[in-house]
């Protein structure tokens, strides 16, 4: 069994603030981690993605979340956020062999100008 | 070019209809997938099919039929529809069912029945 637990549904941040989105996960084996962003009226977009390897992953748009294995955490972060990045941000999790994807619930990023 | 896409974006209908909803992708992919998004935006995975074979089905009313023609295609019908089908429903896809490949979502499809 696998899931993914965020716990802050919104964060609010002033624009050109650094932002820390949360994300717990939990697996029975070895995971594969995904953050991704949706803008209002749109699909789920991917951000990154953490397979193996190093544990701090960057990806588009300035965002970068570090594996943390003994903590069960994928915490998604950016040194200053922009107006543009106003979204829901989805972490979801694969285990290794397992199917299915699991999301999250969500957290709602609102930038402040 | 749309590489998942859907049809149709909005569809309005009464309870107790009978709806279907479309989706194609141009990515080369061998599995698909429906899910649905609540008001809250919780996303819950529906069906997955992998080379038109059904590989994931969750507790999904039995009113909610995927059918999968071909590898491109996957579409969704639901029969009966009730008030608590409303929602946004997303396919998306992926290169393969058990590998670490991220999926690529449509633009969702918002279903409201009245």
């Known amino acids: 069994a696998q899931s993914v637990t965020q716990l802050d549904s919104q964060v609010p941040v002033f624009e050109e603030a650094p932002v820390e989105l949360r994300c717990n996960y939990s697996s029975s084996v070895s995971v594969y981690l995904f953050w991704y962003v949706q803008y209002p009226n749109q699909g789920l977009q991917l951000l990154l993605k953490?397979?193996?390897?190093?544990?701090l992953v960057k990806g588009i748009n300035g965002f970068e979340a570090e594996f943390n294995k003994s903590q069960t955490s994928f915490h998604l972060r950016k040194p200053s956020v922009h107006i543009s990045d106003t979204a829901e941000y989805f972490c979801a999790v694969r285990g290794r062999g397992y199917q299915k994807v699991t999301f999250g619930t969500g957290t709602k990023l609102q930038v402040i100008p | 070019d749309t590489a998942v896409s859907q049809t149709p974006k909005y569809l309005v209908t009464q309870m107790g209809n009978d709806k279907s909803i479309k989706c194609e992708q141009n990515?080369?992919?061998?599995?698909m997938y429906w899910y649905k998004q609540d008001s809250k935006k919780f996303l819950k995975i529906m069906f997955s099919?992998?080379?038109?074979?059904?590989?994931i089905n969750e507790t999904v009313p039995n009113r909610f039929s995927p059918k999968s023609p071909d590898k491109a295609h996957l579409n969704l019908h639901i029969n009966s529809l009730e008030l608590g089908d409303s929602a946004v429903y997303f396919c998306?896809?992926?290169?393969?069912?058990?590998?670490?490949?991220?999926?690529?979502f449509g633009p969702g499809t918002r279903l409201t029945v009245t």
């Open positions: 953490y397979l193996s390897g190093s544990t």
């Open positions: 099919y992998n080379n038109k074979e059904l590989i």
């Open positions: 998306a896809s992926s290169r393969a069912e058990t590998a670490s490949y991220e999926q690529y």
């Open positions: 990515l080369g992919h061998d599995t």
